[in-house]
C-alpha cells in the first residue's frame, strides 16, 4: 500500500566511521555539502511530510540535526519523529555528545521509546521500526559493509519500500525503487 505523502527513514553510520571521514577534511565537507543539499530537495518536496530517525550518533544526528534547522528557519508542515531505543539513551552515550544529543531530541515534533530500560538488540529493533513505518529510506552506509547493506537491502525489498543509499567511502548515490 502506497502512502500519499513521502515520509523518510534516515539511517546512518556510527560515530567511529565519520570520525575516518571528518579525518579527510574535504570528504567530509563534500558530504555535509550533499546531505544538506539532499534535505534540501527532500524538506521542500511537497510530497515529503514526514522524516523519521534514531537519532543515534553518527550521520543519523547529522541528517537530523540537519533538519531541525530547516524546520525552525523555514517551517512549513513537515515533521520529525524520532524512535529511540529506551528512555535515557544519552546517558549510555560519550559525554561529548549527550548535550547534543538531549537537544536534538527536544527539537524533533515526536519521540517515541522502544522500550524503557536498555536490551540487547533494541538499537536495531529502531532501525527496522523507522524502515516498516516509512515509504522511502535514506541510507548512508558504507557499501563495503555488505553484511549491513545486505540486510538493508533485504528488509527494504521485503518492505517494498524506496531506497535511497549515500556510500559513505565514494559518497555515490545509488537509488532502488
Known sequence: MKKKFN??????VDQ???IEIYKQ???????????????????????????????????????????????????????LYSILPFE???KKLPVK???RYKKLVKSCNITA??????KKGCVFRTETLV???CNVIFAICNLKNTSRLAMLINVVFEKDKRLIILD?????IITFY
Do not use: H
Open 25 to 79: 577534511g574535504n570528504k567530509y565537507d563534500e558530504l555535509m555539502d550533499i546531505l544538506i543539499d539532499l534535505f534540501l530537495e527532500y524538506y521542500f518536496d511537497s510530497q515529503t511530510k514526514f522524516f523519521l530517525t534514531n537519532c543515534e550518533v553518527g550521520t543519523s544526528m547529522l541528517c537530523a540535526e540537519i533538519i531541525a534547522k530547516f524546520m525552525r528557519y523555514w517551517p512549513r508542515d513537515v515533521y
Open 113 to 118: 521509546y522502544l522500550r524503557k530500560d536498555y
Open 88 to 90: 535515557n539513551r544519552e
Open 131 to 133: 524502515i516498516r513505518e
Open 168 to 172: 559513505i567511502d565514494t559518497l555515490n
Open 7 to 12: 515520509t523518510y527513514g534516515i539511517l546512518g
Open 16 to 18: 567511529k566511521d565519520l
Open 97 to 99: 555528545y549527550r548535550k
